[in-house]
C-alpha cells in the first residue's frame, strides 16, 4: 500500500512537473489578486470602465484557450507518462484552464471583504472541484449518446449564451454580473471542450474548399498537425494519426487564428501607450501570462520534438548577450546649451540667497518667530505621489500662499520625489484650480505601459538592438510625460533638469533632492538642484556631477532613476554606476534633511556668536513629513530553518529596508525636540491613522474607489486643518 501510494505521488509531481508553468500562473495569478492590496485594486480599476470590462473577459478567454490547448500540445507528446497517468494527462489540461476560471471568480468574490479569507476560498474551490467532477460526467455522457447534429446545435446555443453573456457584462460592468456570469461561462467552457472532438471529427475532410485548388498547402498542413500530436519517440498507428489529424485540424486552425488576433492586441498594447492605458492594467495581466505561457509551452514543445533543450538555451543567451549589451540604461537627452553643473550652488549659498528674497519678512520686528519648511515624501508609487501632491497643494491653499513662500527644501523617494515634482511644477507653471490639476495628473495610469514591457518584451529586448532603450523604466518615463496635450503638468514633466536648476520665481526656489541608491554598494545618491560638499553629505553621490556639461534628463527620468524598485523597475545605468530606488537607504529622504539642518544650524549660530540679536534667531525649523506607512507592525514569527538557511539575508536587508528609515526620521525628531526645547516642530501628516492596517494601494495606478477613499482623508484630516491654519497666522 505504501509503495502504490508513494508511486501515485511519483506519477502527480511527474504531471505538475509536465504542467508547471500553468499550474504557476495560476497560482500567481490567484495570490496576486486575493493577498495584495495592488491586486485588488487592479480588479476595482478594470472593472471602471465598460471597454476595459469587455477587454478583461477577452484576454480572461483567451488565457483560458491558451492555458487549456497548449497544455494539450504537451500532454500528447509524453506517450510513456501516458502510460501510466492516462487520467491525469486526459484531465489535466481541461482542469487547468478550468481553474483559469476558478481563481478569477475567487479574485472577484474578494472584494467583498466577507468573503476575503482562506477558509471562504477554499470552500470555494473545493466547490468547483466537485462541478467539474460532476459537469464533466454529465458532458461525457451527453457526447457519447448523442448524435453530432445535437451536439453541434447545443454548441451553437452555447456560443450564443457566451457572446450575451459577454455583451451583458459589458454593458452592466459590476462586480455582482461578473460574478453571477462567470461559472455560466465555466460550463460552457468545459461543454466546448469535451464534445468537440465528436463534432470535429465527423467534420468534412477538406480544410479549404476544393476550388481554392489548394490541395498541397492542405497535405502539409496536414502533415503538420499529425507532427504536432504526435510524441517524437512513439509509434503510432497510421490510423491513429490519420484520427489525431481530423479531429484536431479545425480546433487547431481556430487556435491559430484566436492567437493571431490576441497577439495583434498585445503589440499594440506595448507599443502604444494611450491604447495600454484604453485596455487598462488587468487585461494586460492575463494576456502577458497568456502569451509568456503559450511562448514557454511552444519551447516545450520543440524541445521534446527535437530533443533539444531550447530553454536551456534561451536563458544562456541572455546570459552571455549580457556581457556585450546594456538594455537598463538611464534615459540620458543632449542639451542645446551646455550646462555647468558645478555652477550649482552650494547648501549655505542657496540659503543665503533664499533668505534675501525674504528678507523683508525675517526682519520684520511684528513677527517673533520665521518659519522655514523642509519637506519629507515617503515612497509608495502613485498613493505617494497623489497623497503628498495633495497635501502640499492644500497647505498651500489653506495657508493663503504663505507654505510656499517659506517652503526651503523638497526632499523625497520614489512616489514622494513625484509628488514634490508635480507640486512644484504646478508652482512653477501657476496653475490655477491647483488641487484638481494635480489630483487629475496623478490619478493617471502610469502602470499599463510599463506592465506590458515588463512581462515580455523585457525578456528579448537584448536580442533586438533597435529596442534596447525601450524598457520598462522608460515606458514608465513616457507614462508620466504623455496623458494628455492639454495638461500641463504632464509637459513640464518632458522638460529637463534645467526647470529646476535655474529658476526664475524667486518666491518659490526651494531645494529638490531625489534620493536615489547606488545598486553595487547601498551608497545612498542626490539628484538636487544644488551641490552638497563632503562634510555636509558624507558619500552620499552627486548624480548630476555623474553627467557632462551636454547631458541631462528628463524631470520624469529623474523621478523615475529615485523609484525604481525591482522587479518592476530595473536599476539604472549611468557610466558602470547602477541607481535603484531611494528607499532601499531613506525611503523619507529624512537623512539629507537632518544633514542640510545641522549645517544650517551651525551657520546660524556662528551668526548669533557675532550678533546675538540677528535676525537669524527667529528661524525655526520645521519638517513636514508627508507619510503613507500604515501603523500595523509585523508580528515577530518563528522562522523555519530551511528559510533561516537560504534566506536570512534577504529577510534582514528587506527588514532593515523599513526600520533604517524609521530610524532616520526618529533621529531627525529628536533632534528638532532637543534644538527647541521640547517645541515639537516635526509634523507628521499620514494618510493612514494609527493603528489602521494598509489598505491603499502602492501601484502605479490607482482605483476611482482608492481615490476618492483618499479624498476623504485629505479632507478630514485635522493635522493638515492644524498645520495649515499655523502657517497661515505667521
Known amino acids: 500500500m505504501i509503495k502504490k501510494l508513494l508511486q501515485q505521488i511519483a506519477?502527480?509531481?511527474?504531471?505538475?512537473?509536465?504542467?508547471?508553468?500553468?499550474?504557476?500562473?495560476?497560482?500567481i495569478v490567484y495570490v496576486f489578486f486575493t493577498d495584495f492590496v495592488q491586486g485588488k485594486d487592479i480588479i476595482l480599476t478594470g472593472l471602471q470602465s465598460k471597454q476595459t470590462g469587455l477587454f478583461f473577459l477577452i484576454t480572461l478567454h483567451f488565457w483560458v484557450l491558451i492555458t487549456w490547448y497548449t497544455s494539450r500540445l504537451i500532454a500528447y507528446n509524453h506517450d510513456r507518462l501516458f502510460s501510466v497517468a492516462k487520467k491525469g494527462l486526459y484531465h489535466a489540461p481541461r482542469l487547468l484552464g478550468y481553474l483559469?476560471?476558478?481563481?478569477?471568480?475567487?479574485?472577484?468574490?474578494?472584494?467583498?471583504?466577507?468573503?476575503?479569507n482562506a477558509f471562504t476560498h477554499s470552500i470555494i474551490f473545493v466547490i468547483h472541484l466537485i462541478a467539474y467532477v460532476l459537469l464533466h460526467k454529465a458532458f461525457e455522457k451527453i457526447n457519447h449518446v448523442s448524435k453530432r447534429n445535437?451536439?453541434?446545435?447545443?454548441?451553437?446555443?452555447?456560443?450564443?449564451?457566451?457572446?450575451?453573456?459577454?455583451?451583458?457584462m459589458t454593458y452592466s460592468n459590476k462586480l455582482n454580473t461578473y460574478i453571477s456570469f462567470l461559472p455560466m461561462l465555466q460550463t460552457g467552457y468545459?461543454?466546448?471542450?469535451?464534445?468537440?472532438?465528436?463534432?470535429s471529427g465527423s467534420g468534412k475532410q477538406n480544410i479549404f474548399p476544393t476550388y481554392f485548388n489548394l490541395q498541397s498547402t492542405e497535405n502539409k498542413y496536414k502533415k503538420l498537425i499529425t507532427w504536432i500530436f504526435t510524441d517524437p519517440t512513439s509509434s503510432k498507428e497510421k490510423l491513429n494519426?490519420?484520427?489525431?489529424?481530423?479531429?484536431?485540424?479545425?480546433?487547431?486552425?481556430?487556435?491559430?487564428?484566436?492567437?493571431?488576433?490576441?497577439?495583434?492586441?498585445?503589440?499594440?498594447?506595448?507599443?502604444?501607450?494611450?491604447?495600454?492605458?484604453?485596455?487598462?492594467?488587468?487585461?494586460?495581466?492575463?494576456?502577458?501570462?497568456?502569451?509568456?505561457?503559450?511562448?514557454?509551452?511552444?519551447?516545450?514543445?520543440?524541445?521534446?520534438?527535437?530533443?533539444?533543450?531550447?530553454?536551456?538555451?534561451?536563458?544562456?543567451?541572455?546570459?552571455?548577450?549580457?556581457?556585450?549589451?546594456?538594455?537598463?540604461?538611464?534615459?540620458?537627452?543632449?542639451?542645446?546649451?551646455?550646462?555647468?553643473?558645478?555652477?550649482?550652488?552650494?547648501?549655505?549659498?542657496?540659503?543665503?540667497?533664499?533668505?534675501?528674497?525674504?528678507?523683508?519678512?525675517?526682519?520684520?520686528?511684528d513677527l517673533n518667530e520665521f518659519p522655514i519648511y523642509l519637506v519629507l515624501a515617503d515612497g509608495g508609487a502613485s498613493r505617494s505621489a497623489y497623497w503628498t501632491a495633495s497635501v502640499l497643494s492644500e497647505l498651500e491653499e489653506k495657508s493663503k500662499a504663505k507654505f510656499s513662500k517659506n517652503l526651503f527644501c523638497l526632499s523625497g523617494a520614489s512616489g514622494g520625489s513625484l509628488g514634490n515634482i508635480v507640486f512644484y511644477g504646478s508652482m512653477h507653471e501657476k496653475l490655477k484650480d491647483r488641487l484638481n490639476k494635480i489630483q487629475s495628473?496623478?490619478?493617471?495610469?502610469?502602470?499599463?505601459?510599463p506592465l506590458a514591457r515588463l512581462l515580455g518584451p523585457d525578456l528579448v529586448v537584448p536580442f533586438i538592438p533597435g529596442l534596447q532603450s525601450t524598457d520598462r523604466a522608460s515606458a514608465l518615463e513616457k507614462s508620466m510625460e504623455y496623458t494628455n496635450k492639454t495638461d500641463s503638468i504632464s509637459s513640464f514633466m518632458q522638460n529637463d533638469l534645467s526647470?529646476?536648476?535655474?529658476?526664475?520665481?524667486?518666491?518659490?526656489?526651494?531645494?529638490?533632492?531625489?534620493?536615489?541608491?547606488?545598486?553595487?554598494?547601498?551608497?545612498?545618491?542626490?539628484?538636487?538642484?544644488?551641490?552638497?560638499?563632503?562634510?555636509?553629505?558624507?558619500?552620499?553621490?552627486?548624480?548630476?556631477?555623474?553627467?557632462?556639461?551636454?547631458?541631462?534628463?528628463?524631470?520624469?527620468?529623474?523621478?523615475?532613476?529615485g523609484a525604481r524598485f525591482p522587479y518592476f523597475s530595473p536599476a539604472g545605468r549611468i557610466r558602470d554606476q547602477y541607481f535603484v530606488d531611494g528607499g532601499y537607504f531613506d525611503n523619507s529622504g529624512g537623512g539629507i534633511v537632518y544633514e542640510m539642518i545641522l549645517d544650517l544650524n551651525d551657520m546660524i549660530a556662528d551668526s548669533l556668536k557675532i550678533n546675538p540679536n540677528h535676525a537669524f534667531k527667529k528661524i525655526r525649523f520645521h519638517v513636514i513629513h508627508i507619510s503613507n506607512q500604515a501603523d500595523n507592525k509585523n508580528k515577530i514569527r518563528k522562522t523555519h530553518p530551511l528559510v533561516n538557511?537560504?534566506?536570512a539575508p534577504i529577510k534582514t536587508i528587506m527588514g532593515s529596508y523599513a526600520s533604517q528609515t524609521d530610524f532616520n526620521n526618529l533621529r531627525l525628531y529628536k533632534y528638532l525636540l532637543e534644538l527647541y526645547k521640547g517645541d515639537t516642530t516635526y509634523h507628521t501628516i499620514n494618510l493612514y491613522g494609527k493603528g489602521e492596517i494598509d489598505n491603499f494601494p502602492m501601484n502605479w495606478s490607482i482605483s476611482q474607489q482608492s481615490l476618492e477613499k483618499m479624498n476623504d482623508r485629505l479632507k478630514n484630516h485635522e493635522k493638515l486643518k492644524e498645520l495649515a491654519m499655523r502657517m497661515a497666522r505667521y
Not at 254 to 270: G, R
Not at 441 to 449: A, G, V
Not at 512 to 530: E, F, K
Open 11 to 27: 506519477i502527480i509531481l511527474q504531471l505538475g512537473r509536465t504542467f508547471f508553468p500553468s499550474i504557476l500562473l495560476i497560482s
Open 441 to 449: 495628473y496623478l490619478s493617471n495610469d502610469f502602470l499599463s505601459f
Open 499 to 561: 526647470a529646476i536648476l535655474s529658476s526664475k520665481n524667486k518666491t518659490f526656489d526651494p531645494v529638490v533632492a531625489i534620493n536615489t541608491t547606488r545598486m553595487q554598494d547601498g551608497t545612498p545618491g542626490l539628484i538636487s538642484n544644488i551641490q552638497f560638499d563632503n562634510e555636509i553629505s558624507g558619500k552620499r553621490i552627486d548624480i548630476l556631477g555623474q553627467l557632462n556639461g551636454n547631458e541631462s534628463m528628463n524631470l520624469s527620468t529623474a523621478v523615475v532613476l
Open 645 to 647: 538557511d537560504l534566506a
Open 100 to 116: 483559469c476560471f476558478s481563481v478569477i471568480f475567487i479574485s472577484l468574490i474578494s472584494l467583498e471583504p466577507t468573503y476575503d
Open 150 to 168: 445535437i451536439l453541434l446545435n447545443i454548441r451553437i446555443f452555447v456560443w450564443i449564451v457566451f457572446i450575451a453573456s459577454i455583451a451583458w
Open 190 to 199: 468545459l461543454y466546448l471542450v469535451i464534445t468537440r472532438r465528436k463534432i
Open 241 to 365: 494519426k490519420e484520427l489525431t489529424m481530423q479531429t484536431e485540424k479545425n480546433i487547431f486552425l481556430l487556435f491559430v487564428l484566436f492567437s493571431l488576433i490576441a497577439i495583434f492586441i498585445y503589440f499594440n498594447i506595448i507599443f502604444d501607450i494611450s491604447f495600454a492605458r484604453f485596455v487598462s492594467p488587468l487585461p494586460i495581466i492575463l494576456i502577458s501570462f497568456a502569451v509568456l505561457l503559450g511562448a514557454g509551452n511552444i519551447l516545450s514543445l520543440l524541445s521534446i520534438k527535437l530533443q533539444i533543450n531550447f530553454h536551456f538555451i534561451f536563458l544562456a543567451a541572455l546570459v552571455i548577450i549580457g556581457y556585450f549589451v546594456e538594455t537598463h540604461n538611464v534615459r540620458i537627452v543632449s542639451t542645446e546649451q551646455t550646462i555647468d553643473y558645478k555652477s550649482r550652488p552650494l547648501l549655505r549659498k542657496k540659503f543665503i540667497d533664499w533668505i534675501e528674497n525674504r528678507k523683508q519678512e525675517l526682519y520684520n520686528n
